[in-house]
């Protein structure tokens, strides 16, 4: 069974920095692409990055860009997300995602259930 | 980057109702649409893939459609569990997005 569960979260000042971890399970996670999405308080939905299956390969949305850095460990299982220079519209619950695909589209089949990030003085 | 459109924001409706929400990108995505079902407290669920693929496990009652820059979400039957908020996403290029969000509210 499909397992994510992040851990990490927690309450940082503007400025800081914070590392998130996502521990894969029932899976194997080296033929994986990997996601991070994050949900601000009572908004939507944002993705914030990728990391391809060896981890050569990383796509980053804009406003983390510079600042946040993906990362995966293979022989682990797990999945990381370095953020620097917090700001206060990085609040927001971190969600990790894989990434599945065939030759007709991709999605996202399993989500963890989130950590809270609270950047705030 | 690809824009995603989606509407209503908000969908009052009772049980038994039939709903369809749309989503509209700002260029063709081909087929690489997916939907997701929110709960308050909970992560996004897989719905369908491929703009129409129902997820394994997933009740008939829903259903997707379209391609190019015009896709659907409709339930057939609104029953009282499908009460959440629902969003689609375009995997076709990077940065990957989302729409705003339907919350499909009791009337």
């Known amino acids: 069974q499909v397992q994510l569960v992040e851990s990490g979260g927690g309450v940082v000042q503007p400025g800081r920095s914070l590392r998130l971890s996502c521990a894969a399970y029932?899976?194997?996670?080296?033929?994986?692409?990997m996601h991070w999405v994050r949900q601000a308080p009572g908004k939507g939905l944002e993705w914030v990055a990728v990391?391809?299956?060896?981890?050569?390969?990383?796509h980053y949305t804009d406003s983390v860009k510079g600042r946040f850095t993906i990362s995966r460990d293979n022989s682990k299982n797990m999945l990381y997300l370095q953020m620097d220079s917090l700001r206060a519209d990085d609040t927001a619950i971190y969600y990790c995602?894989?990434?599945?695909?065939?030759?007709?589209?991709?999605?996202?089949?399993?989500w963890g259930q989130g950590t809270l990030v609270t950047v705030s003085s | 980057d690809i824009q995603l459109t989606q509407s209503p924001s908000s969908l009052p409706a009772s049980v038994g109702d039939r709903v369809t929400i749309t989503c509209r990108a700002s260029?063709?995505?081909?087929?690489?649409l997916a939907w997701y079902q929110q709960k308050p407290g909970k992560a996004p669920k897989l719905l369908i893939y491929?703009?129409?693929t129902l997820q394994s496990g997933v009740p008939s009652r829903f259903s997707g459609g379209g391609s190019g820059t015009e896709f659907t979400l409709t339930i057939s039957s609104l029953q009282p569990e499908d009460f959440a908020t629902y969003y689609c996403?375009?995997?076709?290029?990077?940065?990957?997005?989302f729409g705003g969000g339907t919350k499909v509210e009791i009337k």
């Open positions: 491929a703009a129409s």
């Open positions: 995602a894989r990434h599945f695909y065939n030759s007709a589209s991709r999605w996202f089949d399993s």
């Open positions: 990391i391809f299956l060896e981890g050569d390969n990383k």
């Open positions: 260029q063709g995505i081909t087929r690489y």
């Open positions: 996403q375009q995997l076709n290029s990077y940065p990957l997005t």
């Open positions: 029932g899976f194997t996670f080296s033929r994986y692409s």
